[in-house]
Nanobody, 117 residues
Framework: QVQLVESGGGLVQPGESLRLSCAAS????????MAWYRQAPGKQRDWVAT???????FYADTVKGRFTISRDDAENSVYLQMNDLKPEDTAVYYC???????????WGQGTQVTVSS
């Protein structure tokens, strides 16, 4: 089972950018579809973006055009470039890895992103 550790969160002002990283260990990331989710205080955890093992990307409507997910299998890492951040992007961001035929996947511990002036 792959282990995931997120980093790169922080406090930024509206309109600024952040790049989140998720480092995988314990096994190669290459057989896993990778995704980012986020959870705002008092709300459910929502899907943000996915990148498949062949590099296809999918985004939630709320972040499409502002966020970019990418992966580097050689570095065993996945990234989320977040531009034009808005206060409503404030949340804990989680990395998720799942093999295609697995019933469930692995979660990281999360990294806090706060967008506030």
């Amino acid at each position: 089972q792959v282990q995931l550790v997120e980093s790169g969160g922080g406090l930024v002002q509206p309109g600024e950018s952040l790049r989140l990283s998720c480092a995988a260990s314990g096994s190669s990331m290459s057989p896993y579809d990778m995704a980012w989710y986020r959870q705002a205080p008092g709300k459910q955890r929502d899907w943000v973006a996915t990148i498949t093992i062949v590099g296809m990307t999918f985004y939630a409507d709320t972040v499409k055009g502002r966020f970019t997910i990418s992966r580097d299998d050689a570095e065993n890492s996945v990234y989320l470039q977040m531009n034009d951040l808005k206060p409503e992007d404030t949340a804990v961001y989680y990395c998720y890895a799942k093999e295609l035929e697995a019933e469930s996947g692995s979660w990281g511990q999360g990294t806090q992103v706060t967008v506030s002036s």
